[in-house]
């Protein structure tokens, strides 16, 4: 499943994309400092953009690190979306689609949405005592694009529904959904 991706973008093109949606970005802890990265991997620190309580139409950019320790302390990086609801704490997870993919790595393929540089991944964030607050990508059963790669896919969440997914108030399921045939672009990149 996804243990690794990237994000190639600037504070202020976050700030933009959310912005076309109504949703004001707020630094409660100050802007954080985001270099591109080609890889972020399972237990750094990556950028999520999560509701303020009682405010609406305004979320926080905050830096948390990518999983938690799970009941067996291994680190809960993908989690299972099969049936939940996710009432609170719901985070879009910003992913960026590389201009020049031509970097090798090991067994690995690079999905990238067709026309968007940039996509979000639906992800919910928890606090425990072994790590403060951390988040994770929710997955599901692979659509079409995915399903001959793997028996699970991460959720992609059109743009349309960013918002909708900072909203506790909107129904997680009614979100969680395959993306149509030809929408992802697939590539081996090891």
Same mark, same amino acid.
């Given at each position: 499943m *996804?243990?690794d991706?990237?994000l190639?973008v600037?504070? +202020?093109?976050?700030v /933009?994309?959310f912005?076309?949606?109504? =949703?004001?970005i @707020?630094?409660?802890?100050?802007?954080?400092?985001?270099? %591109?990265?080609?890889?972020? $991997? =399972?237990t750094?620190?990556g950028? &999520?953009? @999560?509701?303020?309580?009682g405010?609406?139409?305004e979320? /926080?950019l905050v830096? @948390?690190?990518?999983?938690?320790p799970? %009941?067996? $302390?291994?680190p809960v990086y993908?989690?299972?979306?099969?049936?939940?609801?996710?009432?609170?704490n719901? *985070? %879009?997870? !910003?992913v960026?689609? %590389?201009k020049?993919?031509k970097k090798k790595?090991?067994?690995k393929?690079?999905?990238t $949405?067709?026309e /968007?540089?940039?996509f *979000?991944?639906?992800?919910?964030? @928890?606090e425990?005592p /072994?790590?403060? #607050? +951390?988040?994770t990508?929710l997955?599901?059963?692979?659509?079409?694009?995915? +399903?001959?790669?793997?028996?699970r #896919? =991460?959720?992609?969440?059109e !743009?349309?529904?960013?918002a909708d997914?900072?909203?506790?108030?909107i129904?997680a399921? &009614?979100?969680? $959904?395959p993306?149509? +045939?030809?929408?992802?672009a697939?590539e #081996?990149v090891?």
């Open positions: *996804c243990n991706y990237r190639m600037d504070v +202020a093109s976050i /933009e994309d912005a076309d949606l109504n =949703i004001k @707020r630094f409660g802890e100050g802007a954080p400092n985001l270099e %591109p990265r080609e890889d972020i $991997k =399972i750094d620190v950028p &999520s953009v @999560r509701t303020i309580d405010v609406p139409d979320a /926080e830096q @948390r690190r990518w999983s938690w799970g %009941p067996n $302390k291994r993908n989690f299972r979306s099969d049936g939940r609801e996710f009432n609170s719901r *985070c %879009p997870l !910003r960026h689609r %590389p020049d993919s790595r090991k067994d393929w690079l999905f $949405k067709e /968007e540089p940039v *979000c991944v639906a992800g919910i964030w @928890r425990t /072994e790590v403060g #607050q +951390a988040f990508m997955t599901m059963e692979p659509g079409p694009d995915i +399903a001959s790669y793997n028996d #896919q =991460i959720v992609i969440l !743009r349309s529904v960013w997914w900072l909203d506790p108030t129904s399921k &009614s979100l969680i $959904k993306l149509p +045939a030809g929408t992802l697939v #081996q090891g």
